[in-house]
């Protein structure tokens, strides 16, 4: 931006206003003035030539008169009395015989005025004009010569003056009335823009409808924008009723989740227990395989229920705020080992390979180890559980971009059913699976990335992915490597 538009951005309407307005209105008042002025001085200059003309024509006459008469004294008077016009230089008569002067004759004369002679010449005009006498019958025949030499100096003294004193009017009275003007577009416009303007920077609390009672298009502006602003408002007001509502209603059902899932616990635990010491009473007693494994079917269901009871506690302790982390040492080796330890039996029933890769320096983190365990074990399961006879790659390694805090980054990679970009844009949404027909065949409660994405992000991370439906997944879970907090309420 050039300094004259970063001038003209930032000057406020009536700046702009005055800067087009003035010079435009200057210009024409003066310009205007100025021309009327000098044709009214030509007017008069004419006037003035027409004059000696006509004293010119009427002066050679008569001294054709006397010229007749041989009446010299005569016409010494006329010529003389020629000089009492205050603007006439000098006055002479020659006496000419067939074009050419006459030496001596007593009719050459020469008046002049002795003051305006010393005028400045180039505003001095001259006019001929020839003595003519005509004997009977003949054609006139041209005797002399009548010259009027006239000043136009104090006439234009006078017009210059004249001008001067119209421009110097016109420019006040063009003044005048530009600062009438600037006055009443100020109250007029500038100042109730200038209130909208004001009143839109308030806060809602602060508004106080801007009073503008006209009916032009300005009115109607202020009237539109307080209406606006009262809809405004009411709607604000109402969102936030909604708003607190949400918020109240989702505190309640999360205080709920976790209370129900907690009562749900105890008695669950007390099925599995029973169930455990059931089947060892009963095993000593030699009872049949098919009460057996009645009692294993009653004992894997109750566990399943009870994984599944947990992840909703989980996800309603994260979503009430009231999860708690346990910040301590965390041996990324061991780490690994237990979780693919854990997920071994679920690798090998579809046919799949789990492979790991750890580099041996990539030694211990600060972070929750139960937590990272819950992120891997879901991660691995997750791919365990949508690959068939492939593949499955867990990766570990530390990255630190500039400027940022240390992370440790897990891949888990596929080479599974993966996911399109809307079924991923669905991921990471508590009960919702990326496909509800995965639901059907894999099973799940849709909670466990969300669990994961939440808990990561409480680490100093977060959970991504990539995926090609059809070729495999890769979910990378980052944690900061440096926990700042021991104990965090996240
Ligand atoms: N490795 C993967 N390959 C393909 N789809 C996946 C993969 N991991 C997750 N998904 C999709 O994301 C959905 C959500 O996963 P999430 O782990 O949150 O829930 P879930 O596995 O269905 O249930 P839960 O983990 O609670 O038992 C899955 O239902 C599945 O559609
Ligand atoms: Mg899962």
Redesign the pocket.
Request: proline content about 0%.
């Given at each position: 931006m050039t300094f004259l538009s970063r001038f003209w951005y930032g000057a406020s309407v009536q700046t702009k206003y005055l800067l087009i307005i003035v010079p435009a209105a200057l210009l024409l008042t003066i310009g205007g003035g100025a021309v009327r002025q000098s044709i009214a001085a030509e007017r008069v200059l004419t006037m003035a030539s027409e004059q000696f003309e006509e004293v010119g024509r009427r002066t050679a006459l008569a001294l054709s008169q006397e010229y007749w008469n041989y009446n010299t004294a005569q016409a010494r008077a006329i010529m003389q009395s020629l000089m009492l016009i205050p603007t006439v230089v000098r006055v002479s008569s020659q006496e000419l015989a067939q074009g050419v002067e006459v030496a001596n004759s007593p009719f050459t004369f020469n008046f002049e005025d002795v003051e305006l002679v010393d005028d400045d010449p180039s505003e001095q005009r001259t006019l001929h004009f020839p003595i003519q006498v005509k004997r009977e019958q003949a054609e006139p025949e041209t005797v002399g010569r009548f010259t009027i030499v006239y000043s136009l100096a104090e006439q234009n003294r006078r017009n210059r003056w004249v001008m001067m004193v119209t421009l110097i009017t016109t420019a006040f009275a063009a003044s005048i009335v530009i600062a009438i003007l600037t006055y009443a577009l100020n109250r007029a416009i500038l100042l109730p823009i200038g209130r909208v303007s004001d009143s839109a920077g308030q806060s809602d609390a602060d508004f106080v409808p801007i009073p503008l009672n006209t009916g032009d298009q300005l009115g109607r502006l202020v009237t539109a924008f307080n209406e606006l602003r009262a809809r405004h408002i009411e709607s604000t007001r109402l969102l936030q009723a909604a708003r607190d509502e949400a918020v109240a209603a989702n505190a309640a059902k999360s205080a709920f989740l976790a209370m129900m899932s907690h009562e749900l616990r105890t008695p669950l635990n007390a099925v599995i227990g029973y169930s455990e010491m059931l089947k060892e009473e009963l095993a000593d007693e030699g009872v049949t395989p098919t009460t057996m494994s009645d009692l294993d079917k009653i004992k894997s269901a109750g566990k399943h229920l009870l994984e599944l009871i947990n992840?909703v506690l989980d996800l309603s302790k994260i979503e009430a705020g009231k999860i708690e982390l346990e910040i301590g040492s965390v041996s990324v080796q061991q780490l690994v080992d237990y979780a693919t330890s854990t997920v071994h039996p679920l690798i090998e029933p579809n046919g799949n390979r789990l492979v790991v890769q750890v580099p041996p320096d990539i030694g211990q983190i600060d972070s929750d180890p139960t937590r990272l365990r819950q992120v891997l074990l879901?991660l691995l399961?997750?791919?365990a559980?949508?690959?068939r006879q492939g593949v499955i790659t867990l990766t570990a390694r530390r990255e630190q971009a500039p400027g940022q805090p240390e992370q440790l980054i897990f891949d888990v990679q596929?080479t599974?059913?993966?996911?399109t970009p809307e079924?991923q844009g669905r991921?990471f949404q508590a009960f919702v699976?990326?496909?509800s027909s995965?639901?059907r065949e894999?099973?799940?409660?849709?909670?466990?990335?969300?669990i994961s994405r939440r808990l990561c992000q409480l680490l100093g991370g977060d959970v991504t992915v990539t995926?090609v439906p059809g070729q495999g997944?890769c979910?990378t879970a980052r944690v900061a490597t440096q926990s700042h907090t021991q104990t965090t309420r996240g």
């Open positions: 992840s879901n399961s997750n791919a559980k949508f690959t596929d599974g059913i993966g996911m079924q991921l699976q990326a496909d995965t639901t894999y099973g799940g409660t849709g909670l466990g990335l969300v995926s997944s979910f």
